[in-house]
């Protein structure tokens, strides 16, 4: 339930931050009429995602064909990995302008009057985290139950949907930065775990080698199928016997993600 948590409140608080922009913008210009097309495209955004998450895990849970589902797990967790980092770093390095580009696009959808210009404009920006968060929520959830899973979602896209009305009603300066630094971090360290989990339904079925079959063992010390191993396991890929491969993929991962995050801009001041 954590790791959906976690997952479901980061890009929750992204769609949030978005829709707060949006909307105080159209509230600064006495356009508030126009806020229904903002709700359509967003609400039109989150359904089809769901549709996706829900097509996601019913192909899932129906497919039995040998060795489809692991590929599929596989595939799923590493274009989530792809997925995450690319927006994560992309979000980064926007900073403060994506504030100025939305009302700048917001202007030119008044300007043209249309009811799909400014629903379409809310639409995008929505589906590109719902879709991420459901690759991401799909990746992960093969370690948890389904009612951890939905609780999570529920749970942080609630807490999102909070501080972006807090957002939106000015009576509190959020500190967004700090937010996003932190859950970046800490979903860059479970997106290794992720794409250790992907190798390794690959490894499986042997499409992908090994090289040391157990580099080290912990097992003695955290079993990955106890409680503690368990939770370790849904949320930042912990494994008490990690073959080679695995453990080279995780740390070149993280090793590369972080230094792409952290560089400074070459643009920056």
Not at 105 to 119: E, F, K, M, N, Y
Not at 161 to 181: C, M, V
Not at 227 to 233: A, D, P, Q, R
């Amino acid at each position: 339930m954590f790791n959906v948590f976690i997952i479901t409140l980061r890009e929750g608080v992204e769609i949030a931050v978005v829709l707060a922009i949006i909307l105080a913008y159209l509230k600064q210009l006495g356009q508030m009429k126009e806020t229904g097309k903002v709700w359509l495209g967003a609400g039109t955004a989150a359904l089809i995602s769901v549709l996706v998450a829900v097509g996601i895990f019913f192909v899932l849970g129906t497919s039995e064909v040998e060795g489809f589902q692991a590929v599929l797990e596989g595939t799923l967790k590493i274009v989530a990995v792809i997925m995450l980092t690319w927006m994560t770093i992309w979000m980064k390095r926007q900073g403060g302008n994506i504030g100025g580009e939305l009302k700048r696009q917001i202007q030119v959808a008044l300007s043209h009057g249309s009811v799909w210009t400014l629903a379409s404009l809310a639409f995008v920006s929505v589906i590109r985290e719902g879709i991420e968060t459901v690759l991401f929520i799909v990746g992960t959830a093969q370690e948890t139950s389904a009612l951890a899973t939905v609780s999570g979602s529920i749970l942080g896209f609630g807490v999102a949907a909070i501080l972006g009305y807090i957002l939106y009603r000015g009576t509190h300066r959020l500190p967004l930065k700090s937010f996003f630094t932190a859950m970046s971090v800490l979903l860059i360290v479970m997106a290794a775990g992720l794409l250790s989990g992907g190798i390794h339904e690959f490894q499986e079925l042997h499409m992908i080698p090994v090289g040391i079959e157990q580099v080290w063992s912990t097992k003695g010390l955290l079993d990955q199928e106890s409680t503690m191993g368990s939770l370790l396991k849904a949320v930042f890929g912990y494994a008490d016997s990690p073959n080679l491969v695995q453990v080279l993929a995780y740390w070149t991962y993280l090793t590369g993600a972080f230094y792409a995050y952290f560089k400074p801009s070459k643009f920056q001041n």
